[in-house]
C-alpha cells in the first residue's frame, strides 16, 4: 500500500473490516454488514442491510400491504462482482385502522447473496457500496435511504474464510426467518370464487403434515390480490390438508398463472417459513366465519338464570308478536281469508279449524325443537334459524309459496283442501287444511326471531331437553292464540270485515306477496349458493306451473304429464347446484364502511378505545333487513356512526357460522339479529332486536338524539 | 285488518329493495360512481351531479404525506392538473384528513398550499369528517378516480405504476391515470381501469 495514493488511503481507512459505521437517520438505523471478515472468490458470501426501526415504527416487506414501501436496495459493485437480490425473512401483520400491512417492527437483516468470480484478479480490497431506500411509518410515513459501504479483502478460491464474530448470531437468526423452498412433495393450489373485493381467495397445501398448535399465515408476494385486512379463514385437517381463505382484494383483476407467497406457521416458540408457488386448481374455500385461532369459550354464566315462569310467559308473548313479524304475513293472510269463511260456518267447526291450526303449529315446533335439540346433542353449533342455512329447505319453500301462490290466482283449483280458502261445511278434510296452515305459519316464522323469543331461545337451549321442549311449545301456543282465541270467542270474529265477493279479488291480491316472498326465497338461496343453484330452482319453478296449469285438466297425456313435470321438480331439489353451500365471500360487508365481524377485530378495535357497532345479521331474517331499512341506514344513523367514529361490523349468519353461534350462545340468544354495542371499547350493550333511529341514538347516552 | 295488509304490501318489496341497495353502494366500475356533495376550500357546495357531461377527477391528497410530495415536488401533479382542466376535465383535490392529523386543511390553508405549489385543480374539497373518502372507500394518497360525463366509474387506483417516494422514479412508471384520461377524452375505453393504489393511508378519524 502506498502511503501518498490517495485512493489507497481512502481504502486502507475502509479496509479494515467493520469500519462501516451505522447511519442514523430519523427513527432509523441503517448498516451494511458482512457474515464473514472476508469475501470468497467464487464462494458464497451474504451482506446484508441491518435496519432497526426505532420503537413504534416499521418498515416494509416486499409486499407492503395497504399501503407503505417495501425497502430497495441499489449496488454499486467492482466490474465482476455481483450481488442478488434481498432475501426477505418472513413479514409480520400488523393492522391501524382499516389499514393492514406486511413489514418488520424489529430489527431486522435484509440479506443478499454476493458472488466474486473464482478467479478473481482485481484489487485485493473490495469496495462495496450500495444505497438503501426505505419507508418508516407509525401513523405518519418518512421515507428514509442512506448510503452505506462496506470494504471487504478477497480470500483465494478455495481458501477458508472466517466469520465476523460480531455477526455470527444475526445471520443465524436471520437465516432462521428466511422461508425454505416447500418440499417437493407439497400438493400447492389455490382457486378464485367470486370477484374482487367479495369473492374469495383459496389456498390448499397437500402433503404436508402441518402441526396445527399455532396460527398459520399467508403473504402473497402480489399485493393486489387480496383484501389484506380481511380476515384469513384456516382449516386444517388431516383429509383436505391445510386450507385458508381470505377475501379478494378490492383491485384484484383476474387470476394469475400461479400465486407466490410465504407460509408461515406458529408452533409454540417456534415459526417456520415456507416459500409457496400455488397452481390453480380446486379448491373449496374455507367456510365464513372460520376463525384462524379458535374463539374464546363461550362464558356460560353470561346470562343468569330465568324464572322458568317468566321464560314461558316471554316465550307465549314472542309468539304471539311473531304474528306481527313480516315473514309471516303471507301465510297469516291466507288463514285470514279462511277465517272469515268460517264465520259462517257453526261455531263448532270455527273452534275444530282453531284446534287444527293450532296443532299444527304446535307439531311443527315441537319438531323443530326436536331437530334442533338433537342437532346440538351432537354438537352441531346450531341455532333458531338453521332451517333457512340449509338450501334444500329454501328451495322447498319456494316451491311452495309459489304453488299457494299460483292457485290464490286461479291457475288452479286444489279442491281448496290446502288452502283452507271456499271450503263447504262438508268437508271434513278443511280441518286438514287448518293444519297445514299452522305447519307453513311456523316454516316461514322461523327466520323471524321475535323480541323476547331470542331471550326464551336462548334459555331454552341451555335447559334440559324436557323444559326446552316446553319453551318451543309455548312459543307456538302464542302463534297460534289469536287464531284460537276467535275459533273460541267467536264475536271476537265480527270484528273482521264481512264475507262478500271481494274475497275473490282480496285472494288473487294476496298472491303478489306470495309472488314476492319467492323472490326472496329464491335471493336468499342464491347468497347460499349462487346463481347456478338459483337457477336450478327457476327452474323447479317453471315445471311447477307447468303441473299446475295441467293440473284440472283431464286425460291420461295430462295426467302423465303433470306427474313428470312434479317429479323433475322434485329431483331438481336433489342436484348438486342446490344441495352445495357455497363459501363464497358474502360475509364481506357490501355497504361502505362495515367491516366483517371477528372476535380478534372487536378485541383491536376495543383495544384502540374505539366505539364499536357490531351487527348480526343474515340474508333470511327479515327482521334484520326491516331494521337496516328503518334505523340502521337511516341518515340519522349513519350521521351518529360518524360523529361518534363508530367502528361497524357484521356478523353475516347467512349460512352456518359456528364462530357467530357460539357468540349469539354467550349473550344468550339461538339466532338473529343481535346488536351489541360496545362504547369507548367499554362493556357490550345488548341493543333492543327492532330498533328506530332514536332507540340508536338513545343507547349512546342522553343528549345523542 | 287492512292496515296489516297494506304493511305486507310495503314491507317485503321493501325489504327486497333494500338488499339490492346494499349491493350497489361499493363504487364500481362500469357503475354509476356514489353522488356526493361537500365543500370546497372556499366554502362552496361542489356536488357531483354539478359535472355531468365532463369527465371528472377526484385525487385524495395530504401534503404531508411522501408519496403525495414526491408527485408535487416537481411539478408533475400540477402539470396533469394544468393539462388536464385545461381540456375541459374537472379535477377535485380531496383532503379527508381528519383536524389535528397529517394533512389537514381548512379553507384558507388548502387555499395557501395550492398557491405555494401552484397547483391546478378546478377545486379542493374538504372531508374532515371522512364522509367523502369512506363513500368512496379511498386508502392513500395519492389515489385517483376517474369518472365519465356519464357518471359512471371508469378509473379507481394509483397515479402510476410505481409505488415510490422519489421523483426520479415518475418519468420510468406507466402513467396510469394519465392513460386512463386520454383514452376517455378520446372516447376510448380504459384498457386498465382498476389498479391498486399505493402510498400513505388515508389519515381518517
Known sequence: MRLFSAPGLLFALFALPGHAAPVQTPHVEAELIAENLSLAAGGDNWLALRIAPEEGWHVYWRNPGDTGLATTLTWTLPAGVGAGDIQWPYPHRSALGDIVNYGYGEETLLLVPLTVPANWSGDATLPLRVKAKWLVCKDICIPGSADLSLALPVTAAGTPVQADPRWRDAFSSARAQLPQPAPADWKVQYAVHGGAGTGDWSLQVKGAQLSAGGAIEFFPYASDLLKHSAPQRVANSTEHGLRISQTLGDYFVKAPAQVDGVLVVHDGATVKAWEIHAQPGAVQPVPQGTAGNAGEPAAAAAVAPLNLVLVLLSALLGGLILNLMPCVFPVLSIKAISLIEARAQVARRQRGHALAYTCGVLATFGGLAGLLLALRGGGAAVGWGFQLQQPVFVAVLAYLFFGMGLSMSGVVQFGTRLMGVGQSLAADGGYRGSFFTGVLAVAVASPCTAPFMGTALGYALGQPAALAMLVFLALGLGLALPFLLIGFFPHLGRLLPRPGAWMETFKQVMAFPLYLSVVWLLWVLGGITDRSGMAVALLGLTLLAFALWLWNRPGRTANLLKLAALLAALGLLTTPQIRTVSGGGHAAATTAGIEPWSEQRVAELRAQGRTVFVDFTADWCITCKVNEQVALNSDAVHQLFADRQVAWLQGDWTRADPAISQLLAQYGRSGVPLYLLYLKGGEPQVLPQLLTPSIVAGAFGPGSG | ?205
Open chain 2, 1 to 205: 285488518m287492512r292496515k296489516l295488509w297494506r304493511f305486507i304490501v310495503a314491507a317485503v318489496p321493501g325489504a327486497i329493495l333494500s338488499c339490492a341497495a346494499q349491493a350497489a353502494d361499493a363504487p364500481r366500475i362500469g357503475q354509476p360512481a356514489p353522488d356526493f356533495s361537500a365543500s370546497d376550500s372556499g366554502g362552496k357546495t361542489v356536488a357531483l351531479a354539478d359535472y355531468r357531461g365532463k369527465l371528472v377527477v377526484l385525487e385524495w391528497t395530504n401534503d404531508g404525506c411522501p408519496f403525495v410530495r414526491h408527485y408535487y415536488k416537481r411539478g408533475n401533479m400540477q402539470a396533469l392538473q394544468k393539462e388536464y382542466t385545461g381540456k375541459g376535465v374537472i379535477w377535485l383535490s380531496v383532503i379527508s384528513s381528519a383536524p389535528g392529523a397529517q394533512g389537514f386543511a381548512d379553507g384558507p390553508r388548502a387555499d395557501q398550499l395550492t398557491r405555494e405549489r401552484q397547483a391546478a385543480p378546478s377545486a379542493v374539497l374538504l372531508d374532515p369528517s371522512g364522509k367523502l373518502g369512506h363513500l368512496y372507500q379511498a386508502i392513500t394518497t395519492p389515489q385517483i378516480f376517474i369518472i365519465d360525463a356519464a357518471g359512471m366509474l371508469i378509473y379507481s387506483g394509483a397515479i402510476d405504476s410505481t409505488p415510490s417516494t422519489d421523483p426520479d422514479d415518475i418519468a420510468h412508471a406507466i402513467p396510469y391515470a394519465k392513460n386512463a384520461l386520454d383514452q376517455a377524452l378520446a372516447g376510448k375505453p380504459v384498457t386498465l381501469p382498476l389498479t391498486a393504489p399505493y402510498g400513505c393511508s388515508v389519515k381518517y378519524q
